[in-house]
């Protein structure tokens, strides 16, 4: 499984969001570092890659149903962030875009995403450091 996009604050590229593709779905529930496919921060444009296969995974886990998760403090100041955490959204990837093999044969493309809106889900994150 491959996405790529860019994220956006307003009419800037989003520098140093992290981005996380996840093996499975996980509603509503914090990251679970153990499905994690792969993580990336954004570019100075915003722009972000990611690629994961469940290569490492045991065989009785190799279904992907992937899955999307952006932490962001677009229009927060290091007070807010602080404070209430990074803001956190998660997204359902299409499955027609996994495949098998541990590279990717087709990559999702995710478009550009303006994050100063609110989200359906978002929420703010207090535990969450970036640790790329």
Known sequence: MAVKGTLLCGNKGLKGGTVRLFRVYQ??????????????????SGAFQLE??????????TEIEPFLTVHHNCDMDEKQTANLGYKRWAIRLPEDYVTR???ARKVY???RVNLQF?????????KFAITV
């Open 109 to 111: 493309d995710f478009g």
């Open 101 to 103: 093999g541990t590279r």
């Open 52 to 61: 994961g296969s469940t290569s490492r995974f045991p065989l009785t886990q």
């Open 27 to 44: 509603k509503d529930a914090a990251d679970d570092l153990s499905q994690l496919l792969d993580q990336k921060l954004t570019y100075e």
């Open 118 to 126: 609110e989200f359906p889900g978002e929420m703010h994150d207090k």
